[in-house]
């Protein structure tokens, strides 16, 4: 019988899911959406509807696993959400234990930039590459570190957080509790703030737009049209972000960058500061081979991860043997 | 017959080696002057003449293979010395084909860092440890990233520059081209530099011992004597070091840091600041269980690890077993 694995992209909107063959083809999607605000038990019911449907779509199919991606900070050993940022009141919850009482299958969770990484790297962007780093620009920045094609967890699996190297030692505060991480300047959330921080510019900005408050999709139109105050946002946005990816090139020697998100559509205005900060920055030998790419994979990248991770904890655990 | 491996640790001043068997133990030791100053091919007759000492002294026993240490960077797949600060004329020289003419012998060379960082996880430090980075404070800064137990190479085997993350974007020029570099204030040099930094305090302290130029010692001796201005450097340093070690934190999720180097023996001076800008900056997860430890073997880790490190590559290159 025809094995397959679904892969869940639990967002603090919707749940997406995909059953994915060991060969990447995708059989059957699902989208609902999560109801956050209905409490953690209708969540998990979702979860469990999701999978539900999947199974009936395909009945003729062996399910063997479920992976899932969650955005926070994850104990990936052992199943359980730290914290998370969509769920506030999952704080150290064993989701794996929670589920497990109705779901009698290998069931594994990790960071959602995790999984987009491991995704990029099974098929998409990182796919020709042992090692790699992505990058996860959205209202925050996400990380995850391939190393040999396995995603570099870390000693409690919480490695990869990218989106927290330090910048400005003196620099805005951050919630994790640092100051200046790259996160508050490479992110939708850190483009609006250095929007804001031009008070007079902004007033101009948002009656252009017709808008009361300032977002970073609004600096990307402004930059299109060729703003100069827009256009200087996403350049020191990405010489930001070159310090950071400089710093990962001196640590880990990668020669892959993957920048995925929403703000790496912004990609023409700020990656020639990227790269310009890249090569002034990084160890000579080291930087002049990098390339930084945009990520192939979209929205999918955290779903094809989860399947990518659910493969891999079975092989190594030896449960089953996956036919594609 | 016994089988064993000769570290050698290539130094400005002199090349310190030892012939060590499987299980650490040290069979005989040499040190001669390194002559860098007689040239490229006299200090290869020496390395040559240290590894002929040790044959003679150990003529019953078989050496397997030779691991060396050079600080520098090192193209370790190919066994090339791409540039050596104490070498300045050992530009992308070809150490191990030059060798190999006078040499039938498996001929392994690394980073010193990197090797120092092997030989605390063989038989110092590191040693319960799968993980762990190693920084050697010394007139630079060097690192070394144990992953699972083997040193993290990357791409071009150079990895772990970890004197070399940004700490301040706009900081103090770096000789490798960047500015701000963890090695710019976590060094002897670094310390100097800002000791030099307070002009007038500066005239007190050289006249106070008599000497013309400030040195790191000087500085420590003062901090010792409960020198405030002495004291605050070392503070300061302590909390740019933690800034770096918390960076390595939430990149890698790394639980032990491993310190080496003339300056760790500053310790008490500058590891409350250290520990303290830790706890503030890294993932409080992560964080919280992290232990800063000082290295175990002193000089003699370079030589341990590169033992270590030829070991490992005799191993997987399946060339030959090695018998303690």
Redesign the interface.
């Known amino acids: 019988m025809k094995n397959y694995v679904i892969g869940l992209d639990l967002g603090g909107t919707n749940i997406r899911a995909a059953a994915v063959t060991r060969g990447g083809e995708i059989l059957h999607r699902v989208k609902i959406p999560t109801e956050v605000a209905n409490g953690r038990e209708r969540v998990i019911a979702n979860i469990l509807k999701v999978i539900d449907k999947i199974k009936k779509e395909l009945k003729g199919l062996k399910l063997s696993a479920v992976g899932m991606g969650i955005p926070g900070?994850i104990f990936f050993n052992k199943g359980i959400v730290?914290q998370s940022p969509n769920f506030p009141d999952w704080i150290d919850f064993n989701l794996r234990e929670r589920l497990s009482k109705n779901l009698a299958l290998p069931f594994y969770i990790d960071n959602d930039a995790n999984l987009a990484a491991a995704g990029e790297g099974w098929l998409g962007a990182g796919k020709k590459f042992n090692?790699f780093c992505m990058l996860t620009l959205g209202t925050g920045v996400g990380?995850g570190?391939v190393?040999n094609k396995n995603i570099?967890?870390?000693?409690?699996?919480?490695?990869?957080?990218?989106g927290?190297?330090?910048?400005?030692?003196d620099g805005h505060p951050c919630p994790?509790?640092?100051?200046g991480c790259l996160e508050q300047y490479a992110s939708a959330t850190g483009i609006v703030r250095m929007a804001m921080e031009g008070k007079e510019k902004f007033g101009v900005w948002s009656s252009e737009f017709g808008e009361k408050d300032i977002t970073a999709d609004m600096v990307y139109q402004l930059a299109k049209k060729g703003n100069k105050d827009a256009l200087e946002i996403f350049q020191k946005m990405g010489r930001i972000l070159g310090?950071g990816i400089?710093?990962?090139i001196?640590?880990?020697?990668?020669?892959l960058f993957v920048l995925g998100g929403g703000v790496a559509n912004a990609w023409d205005y700020f990656i020639p500061s990227t790269i310009d900060e890249v090569r002034?920055?990084?160890?000579?030998?080291?930087g002049e081979?990098v390339k930084v790419v945009k990520a192939e994979l979209g929205d999918d990248a955290g779903i094809f991860g989860a399947v990518y991770m659910a493969m891999n904890e079975l092989k190594s655990s030896g449960v089953v043997e996956l036919r594609s």
């Open positions: 900070i730290a090692s990380g570190i190393l570099w967890r870390g000693e409690y699996g919480m490695a990869g957080e990218l927290h190297i330090t910048i400005y030692p994790c509790g640092n100051k310090i400089a710093d990962l001196n640590i880990l020697n990668i020669e002034k920055r990084a160890y000579r030998i080291t081979g």
